[in-house]
């Protein structure tokens, strides 16, 4: 799988940026990445994609969903780092997040097999050399193709 180099924090939000703009109601975007690879700065340029003031974006530590509402789409920002056990997603709600009308940014989705449901877009950041960052992407599901391939035009 051909990688994306992305050289500093603000080429990762146009990127993410680019993506936010080609979202619809129901897309599910899973991060993956080790700590501090970049999945907040990328959900930030996500948010500003969906018209939503990327500053109102922080990283959901202790809540672990924060929703950000008054763009163009609704964004649910998930993050699974503290979460323990698989039951802990039911009582999130994450399932009716997942399925529901909003975007759903997921970071740390490789933690819970199946937690973005059947239909989503992997975005796995990696780390290059000095500020670099290597991004992958996989979709997983047929909206996720189609997404990935707009965005992968956006990019030229
Ligand atoms: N090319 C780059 N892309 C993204 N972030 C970069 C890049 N270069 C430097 N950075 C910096 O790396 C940091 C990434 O932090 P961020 O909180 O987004 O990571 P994270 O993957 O969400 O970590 P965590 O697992 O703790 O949630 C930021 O301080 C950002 O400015
Ligand atoms: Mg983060």
């Given amino acids: 799988m051909r990688g994306v180099k992305i050289p500093s924090a603000e080429a990762m939000l146009r990127a993410a940026k680019r993506l936010g703009a080609l979202c619809e109601p129901g897309d599910v ?3 993956r ?13 996500l948010a500003a994609g969906l018209g939503i003031d990327p500053t109102h974006v922080a990283s ?11 763009g163009r789409i609704g964004l649910h920002h998930v993050d699974l780092y503290r979460l323990e056990r698989p039951e802990e997603l039911i009582e ?4 009716e997040i997942v399925g529901g009308e909003g975007v759903c940014a997921i970071e740390w989705v490789d933690r819970f097999a199946g937690v973005a ?6 975005v796995h950041i990696d780390f290059g050399p000095k500020t670099d ?16 391939q707009k965005w992968d035009k956006r990019r030229h």
């Fill in 29 to 31: 975007i899973g991060l």
């Fill in 33 to 45: 990445g080790e700590l501090g690879a970049g999945k907040t700065v990328f959900v930030k340029g």
């Fill in 60 to 70: 959901p530590t202790f809540t672990l969903i924060n929703e950000y509402r008054g």
């Fill in 92 to 95: 999130l709600g994450l399932e």
């Fill in 117 to 122: 449901g059947a239909d989503w877009l992997e």
């Fill in 133 to 148: 960052r290597i991004v992958f992407v996989s979709p997983h599901g047929p909206r996720a193709q189609i997404l990935s």
